[in-house]
């Protein structure tokens, strides 16, 4: 049998990837060395979602007596464990249902390309017209940190199921900050080492002072400009400080997995970046693709998933091309979530901040703080920067308004609900307009 495309790995963008070729008509199989759902699944998106959803429980009750309710949080993190693992195994089962729902063929095992139209699984070889290499990425850390059972990455501190008294998280980036929320909250003393003087320094610098000032009220230390020294089997050593631990997670970011022998023996062009491919997610091997975070594109599910409807649609015909306008969340408390440009990546930038505080959505459920920015340059707007409870929620529209290239003008003659918070989109662009009459206006 011969294949329309072998799908190797089994993440959320090979999945959507193979169900795609296979809704267009194509015959398909999928391989998967591991669990299915990949990184999302097992170690990412999916676990620590779950904890977090666990952590705003408590962080919602901490506001309860500010509405009117008495409450008495008591955690037990055997059944937070419970619910993290239990949602594991959903999101494996959903991805292998779906498969077996379009009629994807599923081979479990190591896939290794043996020429552009040949994969080998163990000792069966399987013929294809095209591949798609979704292979995933891993974390990584600096050479002088050696992991252990108490020393761990991300993938290993996801899956702990005793709650630590101590936690010195190492990176002050995306994982770092939502690590430190879910257990902050949970229990633990937490601190972060971040080498930067902000927290999430890709973003601008009032996401950073928003964020801080939350972490500090929920009892979380952070050491910033410094960065590590040194660990030992009880301290973490910075600068001018030491932090004793029970568990140490480093969260210093991650990396495509790269099989270097495979490549070559394809001539595939792959950096240490990741695999090399155009906007049709083709590698340099006409037939060969790769899609998710094996390009070194993005590590974010959402951008492999639409890379993988993009290789599907050229794989069988239908020419498309990938766009890459990126929102970035962070599922801290309170979230984060931005697309397009930072005021820092534009040379002349016009911004307006919309406070929450002055939303009434947010004021009556007692979740007003943080901020709506927007950034605008040459008079189209470019970027939005979020900070607040579930924020995440908001920036769809967001994403709708600099994709489409939608002008301040157009956005202000959309009615949105009232009150919602959902409506501070358009009142951050009001601002932008210098036409919003909602709030006081500025001295």
């Known amino acids: 049998m011969k294949y329309d495309a072998i799908i190797i790995g089994a993440g959320p963008s090979g999945v959507t990837c193979a169900a795609r070729i296979a809704q267009l008509g194509g015959k398909v199989a999928i391989v998967e060395k591991s669990y299915f759902g990949g990184v999302c699944s097992n ?3 999916i676990p620590t979602k779950a904890m977090v959803a666990s952590a705003k429980i408590v962080h919602e009750n901490s506001l309860s007596e500010k509405l009117g309710i008495t409450t008495t949080t008591k955690v037990n993190f055997d059944k937070v464990v419970k619910h993290r693992d239990e949602q594991i195994n959903l999101s494996r089962k959903s991805m292998k249902f ?14 290794k390309i043996i020429d552009k139209t040949t994969v080998q699984v163990k000792a069966q070889k399987y013929s294809t017209k095209n591949i798609v290499i979704c292979t995933g990425s891993r974390p990584v850390f600096p050479p002088f940190i050696k992991l252990n059972d108490n020393i761990l990455s991300s993938k290993e501190f996801v899956k702990i199921n005793k709650l630590p008294k101590k936690i010195v998280i190492i990176g002050g980036g995306v994982i770092g900050v939502e690590f430190a929320s879910i257990f902050a909250l ?5 601190t972060i080492v971040e080498m930067f003087d902000r927290l999430l320094i890709n973003e601008d610098k009032e996401i950073s002072k928003v964020l801080e000032t939350e972490f500090k009220k929920i009892g979380i230390k952070l050491d910033l400009g410094k960065g590590v020294k040194s660990i030992d089997e009880t301290y973490v050593y910075t600068k001018n ?3 004793e631990y029970d568990k140490v997670l480093v969260a210093t970011g991650r990396a495509p997995i790269i099989d270097e022998e495979m490549l070559n023996k394809v001539s595939v062009k792959y950096s240490k970046k990741g695999i090399d ?8 091997v006409d037939n060969i ?8 594109k993005s590590i974010l599910a959402h951008v492999g998933t639409c890379q993988a409807i993009v290789a599907a649609h050229n794989i069988m015909g239908k020419k498309d091309i990938m766009e890459y306008i990126v929102p970035r969340c962070v599922y801290s408390i309170p979230e984060v979530a931005c697309v397009g440009k930072t005021a820092n990546e534009c040379t002349n930038p016009k911004t307006a901040l919309f406070d929450l505080k002055w939303n009434a959505k947010a004021q009556l459920s007692g979740h007003e703080v943080g901020f709506i920015k927007v950034i605008s340059e040459n008079n189209m707007i470019v970027g939005f920067q979020m900070i607040g409870h579930n924020v995440s929620e908001l920036v769809g529209e967001a994403i709708v308004i600099i994709q ?3 002008s301040a003008k157009d956005i202000a003659k959309i009615i949105h609900p009232h009150p919602t918070v959902g409506e501070s989109v358009k009142l951050s662009v009001l601002k932008l307009m210098d036409e919003l009459v909602d709030i006081p206006k500025d001295k």
């Open 289 to 296: 693709y790769s899609i998710g975070d094996s390009t070194g």
């Open 43 to 45: 170690w990412g998106c």
């Open 98 to 111: 779906v498969l077996n729902s379009f009629g994807v063929d599923i081979i479990i095992g190591e896939g």
């Open 277 to 284: 491919v155009n906007d049709k997610m083709k590698t340099s």
């Open 186 to 190: 949970l229990g633990s003393k937490v």
């Open 241 to 243: 400080a030491k932090y």
């Open 404 to 406: 489409k290239k939608i």
